[in-house]
């Protein structure tokens, strides 16, 4: 890890930074959904602390959503709930 030193009249801040490899998923989002675009697709990122995800749809609304794993499991679960007993 490098750290950058920045000098101030008497004042001295110290930032630290760091590079890192995220592990990501990607596919087609055309495959999956039938009002998809031949360009859009999604992406999910783990983060680099192993908590949580981002998921990107890069599509004609391009939104990104953070979740923990908790939160994640928590709509996967509710998705499947509804599938099965919704109608």
Avoid: Q
């Avoid at 008497?10 to 890192?20: A, D, P, V």
């Avoid at 592990?23 to 055309?30: D, K, N, V």
């Avoid at 949580?52 to 609304?61: A, D, E, L």
């Amino acid at each position: 890890m490098d750290k950058l030193v920045f000098r101030k009249a008497s004042i001295t801040k110290t930032i630290k930074m760091e590079i890192s490899k995220r592990t990501a998923a990607f596919t087609e989002l055309i495959k999956f959904c039938p009002f998809a675009k031949e360009h859009d697709h999604v992406e999910v990122t783990n983060w680099i602390n192993g908590e949580g995800y981002t998921i990107t749809i890069s599509s004609t609304r391009n939104t990104s959503i953070d979740l923990t794993r908790g939160e994640f499991e928590a709509i996967r679960k509710t998705i499947k709930f509804l599938d099965k007993h919704g109608g």
